[in-house]
């Protein structure tokens, strides 16, 4: 969009009296290449091309969005949203000054639609190899996003960002009972995501893994020691603490952790940090939705709060510092703070040693996704492959169990953190929609945590 | 925008028929916190689904503009996809147009009486939240046919919820209430501070399996995942629980499902789907037994059946409901006895899995004893299934609501419930 054009919207709202404007626009265009039935069922394209204006007068704000991006259609939303400011008119005279950033996620390689093709193909062929397969889901999922950002403090900003995610979920079934297993690989980057990674590997791993659930056994649940495995298993984080720590509800005293700045809200071994600025990561961003610089955060240190996730209005309910986390997932959305790549620094504890010491526990190798409410601080989150512990040793799988918890106390359960850190990658969606997010940590073991199941 | 000229561009690509279907969406919303506005929203967002003949299969599109790009990538798309996708061009040139006037609400009025809510706060209600939403939608499907229809409707959404803050524990009673009218917020308030007073006391419960009452609010989001399981893509993927239940009794025979969407009293009445198929009321559960999936055009010509009129973007449904009983809540109470009020879940899309039918949620509610409430329980997991959940009907209450336009639900008595509690 044209800086005149820009200029001119910003100025025009600003004169019925807000005291902050700002313009952001998006053009987009979403790819996903699907594989069902061993044939590419579809190639979805998406294209999105629209405007989203905010304004703020102290703490009230409005916003509008559009995708109707003449100039008529712009003026109507402009004079609808400042017609809801009634102070002095006033004239101004804001000048753009445009900033220039280097891509902290560079893409590398792409593919052809016949490599990609080939790609998905290799991946059905691979699961199918085990008879007890019956269907296998690939997808390649791919995202252009183009941004400008200017507002009324004379910011005006571009970016471009790609996602890539190869998403795969493979099926078996023997008689009636049914089961299925997820392999998810993602980044902020392009097809050289998959230059060291042996796919065929974790396709077959994927798929005996949804085999060896057929024979998964029910487990009445209880409140036991917990063993999470490393990468998504960080969910546990993201859910407990993470949407807690955000401005949006910590601002209107919404979060369990509203007051609790500089005090201990978890045990030792947890020092928890959201770093948008990872390059590649699928969560990493060079900007946020505000045009700020990402950041890294350290959120809480050695168990104690330490930095809370802040947006530019959301900050002047709270007088922190603005710290490149503001995120939406398209214009249609105001934007507001919301994590990026966040996990949990390594620990020197031992896992043989964690599993020994339990008695009867279980041990979450693998984790889906959860949900919080983060006034209460209740959380969820379910387990796609979770087996029993018995007297120190791992023994049978079981099935349909989730765990639950809540913020106040089971962060302070963090007992033992090991060493073997890695990420798993998803969206989260919130108050400004689904945003790609990264968690990742350690195993760590949780001392007592409620597991639901059934007999 | 000028169709004729995009069609022509696409028959000179090789295209031979070409639809497309508008849905021209307007929305004002604001939320209030306490006396205190919080943010005000507008939107106006036009949306083109574009679906075009290339050969004897059709490719499909939906997309924010309508441009030369757009025709490029629906040629792309015909080079990639393998599946071929059949579909039957609307050919009734006769104009159907049912576009009413839509009452456009005054917002500022709608904000004080959110605002006025503030009064309702005491030692109970420490806080109050709001959001209102009006919305109004015109679909219009045009081909190069001749064919231009239209419909329309205007939808009212509130979600209200009440804070008791203490620092043992913050408590939340909240309700999401649709209506195709103006929402009466007072009343909204005046019940849920009767369930805050309830639900401040909180008991541990014993893991075991319980009589539950699953609320409509709850049961109306299973139900969304039922519609999932009946969608005849999904079918022949061989990806949902119900595949081959096709005329089986797979649920208890008190359970009866319709879908009404030319009932003009609910809240998803629509004419036609996005494909222009025309819409029916239908009956598709009967007394347990299933009596029809949901066909968009593409799967039902690779079943040689008709399309049901359930495709909005993918197939699904409007005014879907689990037809009511006679019990108001009060009788299904008494009917409990001793049991639970699951009145909400958490973690349904990571923990609903419509492949294998399995359910295990984060669940909270109230606790019935003697045929009387009398406390909240703290936090537990609900684990069941849907053969189990939907079979183990004892009753269905009268309280049939819509949260949204895809399906509406009254609350039901199930029994036999695993529970799992600290």
């Avoid at chain 1, 691979?126 to 269907?135: M, S, Y």
Wanted: charged share 25%; with cysteine; proline share 2%.
């Amino acid at each position: 969009m044209d800086t005149v054009v820009l200029e001119g919207i910003i100025n025009s709202c600003l004169d019925t009296g807000c005291d902050f404007a700002e313009v952001f626009y998006e053009e987009t265009i979403k790819r996903n290449y699907n594989l069902v039935d061993s044939k590419i069922k579809t190639l979805s394209l998406v294209p999105i091309k629209g405007i989203g204006i905010r304004l703020a007068l102290g703490n009230e704000v409005v916003y509008g969005s559009t995708n109707k991006i003449d100039q008529d259609s712009i003026n109507e939303l402009i004079n609808t949203l400042k017609n809801k400011f009634n102070d002095n008119v006033k004239i101004a005279n804001v000048v753009l000054h445009e900033e220039v950033v280097s891509n902290i996620n560079p893409i590398k390689k792409n593919l052809s639609n016949e490599e990609k093709v080939a790609f998905l193909k290799n991946i059905d062929s691979v699961a199918r190899k085990f008879d007890l397969i019956n269907q296998v889901e690939a997808m390649l999922i791919e995202e252009n996003r183009n941004i400008t950002i200017a507002n009324s403090l004379g910011k005006l900003i571009n970016s471009s960002n790609n996602h890539l995610r190869l998403y795969t979920t493979i099926y078996a079934e023997r008689d009636e009972e049914k089961a299925s297993s997820t392999l998810s690989i993602g980044g902020s980057v392009g097809y050289e995501l998959f230059d060291n990674i042996d796919i065929d590997k974790r396709v077959q791993e994927t798929a005996k893994n949804a085999i060896s659930k057929l024979d998964a056994k029910y487990f009445k649940g209880g409140e036991l020691p917990v063993i999470i495995g490393p990468g998504f298993g960080a969910v546990i984080f993201h859910e407990a603490c993470g949407h807690g720590l955000e401005a949006t509800a910590v601002s209107v005293h919404e979060s369990v952790f509203s007051d609790k700045f500089g005090e201990r809200i978890a045990s030792d071994k947890v020092t928890l940090i959201d770093d948008g600025t990872i390059a590649n990561l699928w969560g990493s961003n060079t900007i946020d939705d505000e045009g700020n610089l990402t950041n890294r955060n350290v959120l809480i240190k050695n168990g104690i709060l330490n930095c809370y996730l802040v947006d530019y209005l959301n900050n002047r309910k709270m007088n922190k510092t603005v710290n490149g986390c503001s995120r939406r997932q398209d214009y249609t959305y105001m934007p507001t703070s919301r994590m990026s790549n966040t996990y949990l620094e390594p620990g020197t504890d031992k896992i043989e040693d964690m599993i020994k010491s339990i008695d009867y526990g279980v041990y979450c190798k693998d984790m889906g996704g959860g949900s919080v409410n983060p006034i209460t601080g209740d959380f969820n989150f379910a387990v796609n492959d979770a087996y029993l512990i018995e007297n120190g040793e791992i023994t049978d799988q079981i099935k349909g169990i989730s765990l639950i918890g809540n913020s106040r106390d089971i962060l302070m359960n963090v007992e033992a953190v090991s060493d073997d850190l890695d990420f798993g990658c998803g969206i989260c969606g919130s108050l400004s929609g689904g945003v790609p997010v990264t968690i990742g940590q350690p195993t760590i073991k949780v001392s007592k945590i409620l597991v639901g199941g059934r007999e | 925008m000028n169709f004729n000229l995009f069609f022509d561009k696409a028959l000179g690509l090789g295209f031979s028929k070409v639809q497309i279907t508008i849905t021209d969406y307007c929305s004002s919303e604001v939320k209030v916190s306490n006396n205190e506005v919080l943010y005000d929203q507008a939107c106006s967002h036009i949306g083109y689904t574009v679906v075009a003949l290339k050969g004897n299969s059709v490719y499909k599109i939906n997309t924010d503009y309508l441009d030369d790009s757009i025709l490029k990538l629906l040629d792309e798309k015909s080079t990639i996809e393998e599946e071929k996708k059949e579909f039957t061009f609307l050919d009734d040139t006769s104009k159907n147009n049912n576009v009413d006037d839509l009452k456009i609400i005054d917002i500022h009025e709608i904000t004080n009486k959110l605002k006025s809510l503030d009064s309702y706060r005491d030692n109970l209600v420490h806080k109050i939240n709001s959001i209102y939403e009006a919305t109004t939608v015109i679909k219009r499907i045009i081909n190069n046919n001749g064919v231009d229809i239209s419909s329309s409707r205007t939808n009212h959404v509130c979600s209200v919820e009440l804070i008791n803050e203490s620092d043992e524990k913050n408590t939340v009673v909240f309700k999401d209430k649709l209506d195709t009218k103006e929402i009466d917020v007072d009343l909204i308030v005046s019940s849920l501070k009767e369930e805050l007073g309830i639900k401040i006391n909180e008991e541990s419960i014993t893991t075991g399996k319980y009589n539950c009452i699953i609320k409509n609010n709850v049961l109306n989001v299973l139900l969304g995942y039922i519609i999932g399981g009946i969608n005849a893509e999904r079918v022949s993927e061989k990806t949902t629980f119900l595949e081959g239940k096709l005329n089986k009794k797979v649920f208890s025979e008190k359970l009866n499902i319709k879908e009404e969407p030319l009932n003009k009293d609910l809240p998803g009445y629509t004419l036609f789907d996005d494909e222009g198929t025309f819409t029916y009321n239908k009956s598709i559960i009967t007394n347990g037994v299933l009596n029809t999936y949901l066909y968009d055009k593409k799967e039902a010509l690779k079943n040689g059946c008709e399309a049901t009129g359930n495709a909005y973007g993918g197939i699904s449904t409007r005014n879907m409901y689990v037809v009511p009983g006679n019990d108001n809540f009060d009788e299904l109470v008494k009917k409990v006895n001793n049991g639970l009020i699951i009145d909400e879940c958490m973690g349904y899309h990571a923990s609903v899995h419509i492949n294998n039918g399995e359910i295990s949620l984060q669940a909270f509610g109230m606790i019935i004893r003697d045929g009387k409430i009398v406390s909240s329980f703290k936090p537990v997991v609900m684990t069941t299934n849907f053969i189990e959940l939907l079979s183990n009907i004892e009753e269905i209450g009268n309280d049939l609501e819509f949260p949204h336009i895809g399906c509406g639900c009254p609350s039901i008595l199930v029994k036999d419930i695993s529970i799992a509690s600290k």
